[in-house]
């Protein structure tokens, strides 16, 4: 089962669209079974949600995504949590990683413009208490996103006949 | 003027892929199950470590049996993934694709007259490279009803007093079919018998699914009767580079030698750099590309099933090969009609052997999307003609 599950999980994270009767075939296992493990599994959350990855420059919708590297004073008992999961209980923040380096954490923050992500840096995150300093770095351009290119590749020159 | 050209080489007809090729070149909408090669780019590691040896200025011949730290690595491969062990020294030659080892092993092994033989269907090099190699081709035609395998009655009833050499090309293209330890040693008790030699192409090793490719150079006391091929091409996804090797005997390898250091000098500098990478550090690459071609092909038989088309489970390459006898028509016949009537190209069986007749090499090294797409396509064809 452990390795059913595996299955299951590496052919989600590409296609979480994956339709039961397909996956059924394509892991040589049956819709039933692929339904059950899935709903066991977003039950036990190791399946934590099923997301779409968009660009929204394409979409002509404007959006600006900033990299905030973070330094906090940890606290007696706690360590970084306290202050990590304050962080992530802003909206705007889309993740928060406690990291090795010259910071503590690294924020991703997405905001419509780029003066509303500047707010949210200045007016929220950095006079969090125990917040010693930010850096903020804002994305420019998306090359390669979730493990999926967000450029045009080159058509394949494969010949379409070959022994 | 003179006739310029030898009698035994306008003879030899041209690969009946060419002219379906020409076809489907004309043709820029058609979609392909039509060829023979992976689907996926060469692992990018691979690739950079190719690229890092020219910035390097590696661009100057290697010994011509190959670079000796990639002799190393595919004698540690060939140990670990067929258990049979090789003096990177003298017994394994890198060659300019599985092809070229095809072609020197015949034409190191073989006088006039000696027969040669060769189960179809199978890779369209064999026959006209014996014939080059002044060798008898023998034909022994596979049955659907065996899973396109050889058994050991098929092998005794074809060989004769001249017979020399066995070619062994599992798992097949254009069949998918494999062979198991259980098929293999009744195969390998009746070479010792008539002692010959065989020619193992193993160039789809890497891709079985199920169950792990056996060599039958792994079998008591074969590996000195057997030439194993093998390469880069498949497995690899590293077909352009044109990267194979063959290995065997001392006595055998030294004369192979020869040939390919006159004729061919030595395989790519490059290719030989990016391969050893491949061999070090790209098991997890070729493991994904395993598992993607498994999953298309389960897709392929599931969606036959559905359409009616009887077609036998392959276990290893990227091809199947359905049956299209039910429809009266010869291959040729079905995949023009398929590539005039709904653009799709797939290979008719005969351009693999005249065994292949009432079969169609469908090619799954497309992604499952293209594979939907053809496949709806098929679908379409087949109920045509069976409603008319």
Redesign the interface.
Same mark, same amino acid.
């Given at each position: 089962m452990e390795e059913m599950r595996n299955q299951i999980l590496k052919y989600l994270e590409k296609n979480s669209r994956a339709d039961l009767g397909e996956l059924a075939v394509l892991l040589d296992s049956d819709e039933v079974t692929i339904a059950n493990e899935m709903a066991q599994m977003e039950k036990e959350k190791i399946i934590c949600g099923y997301h779409t990855l968009i660009d929204w420059d394409k979409a002509g919708v404007e959006r600006v995504n900033a990299l905030i590297e973070v330094s906090v004073k940890p606290q007696r008992d706690k360590g970084f949590d306290k202050t990590a999961e304050r962080i992530c209980n802003y909206p705007e923040v889309t993740a928060v990683y406690l990291t090795s380096g010259g910071y503590d954490l690294i924020v991703t923050v997405e905001g419509k413009t780029l003066m509303e992500v500047s707010r949210f840096v200045s007016g929220k995150l950095s006079p969090i208490e125990d917040v010693i300093s930010t850096t903020t770095h804002f994305i420019l351009k998306k090359y390669k996103d979730h493990g999926t290119l967000m450029f045009h590749k080159n058509k394949s020159e494969r010949m379409l006949v070959t022994p | 003027m003179r006739e310029p050209l030898s009698k035994k080489i306008v003879e030899i007809k041209p690969?009946g892929?060419r002219k &379906? &090729?020409d076809m /489907?070149?004309e043709m820029p909408d058609?979609i392909?199950l039509?060829?023979?090669?992976p689907?996926f780019d060469t692992p990018w590691r691979i690739r950079e470590e190719g690229i890092y040896s020219l910035e390097r200025g590696r661009t100057f011949y290697t010994s011509n049996s190959g670079l000796k730290e990639l002799k190393i690595e595919i004698g540690k491969y060939l140990q670990r993934k067929i258990n049979v062990s090789y003096d990177p020294n003298s017994e394994i030659i890198v060659t300019v694709g599985g092809s070229e080892g095809i072609d020197i092993a015949l034409r190191a092994m073989l006088d006039p007259g000696d027969e040669v033989l060769i189960p179809q269907p199978s *890779? /369209?090099?064999y026959l006209p490279c014996t014939i080059l190699a002044n060798g008898t081709p023998v034909v022994i035609p596979l049955k659907e009803e065996n899973d396109f395998k050889l058994t050991a009655e098929e092998l005794e009833a074809a060989i004769t007093p001249k017979t020399k050499l066995l070619v062994l090309p599992f798992p097949n293209?254009p069949t998918g079919a494999i062979m198991t330890r259980e098929d293999l040693e009744p195969v390998a008790e009746v070479v010792k018998k008539h002692d010959l030699y065989v020619l193992s192409d193993e160039i789809y090793s890497e891709l079985t699914y199920g169950c792990d490719h056996v060599s039958i150079a792994a079998l008591p006391g074969m590996r000195d009767r057997t030439l194993v091929i093998n390469g880069f091409s498949k497995g690899f996804a590293m077909t352009g580079w044109r990267l194979g090797y063959i290995c065997g005997q001392k006595h055998i390898a030294e004369q192979m030698l020869k040939i390919h250091q006159f004729a061919i000098m030595c395989a790519p500098t490059n290719s030989q750099y990016a391969a050893i990478e491949g061999l070090r550090n790209c098991d997890d690459e070729v493991q994904q590309m395993r598992?993607a071609y498994n999953?298309r092909r389960? *897709?392929l038989l599931?969606e036959f099933g559905k359409m009616g088309l009887s077609c036998f489970e392959p276990f290893g390459a990227f091809y199947v090969f359905p049956s299209i006898k039910e429809f009266g028509m010869t291959s040729e016949e079905f995949a023009t009609r398929l590539l005039d009537e709904e653009k799709v190209?797939a /290979?008719p069986g005969t351009?693999f052997g005249e065994c292949g007749e009432g079969f169609l090499r469908v090619s799954y090294a497309y992604s499952?999307d293209d594979l939907k797409e053809a496949i709806g396509r098929l679908g379409r064809f087949v109920e045509r003609l069976r409603s008319c």
């Open positions: - | 690969s892929i &379906f &090729f /489907v070149s058609a392909s039509g060829v023979g090669e689907d *890779y /369209v090099s293209n598992t999953q389960r *897709y599931h190209a /290979v351009a499952l």
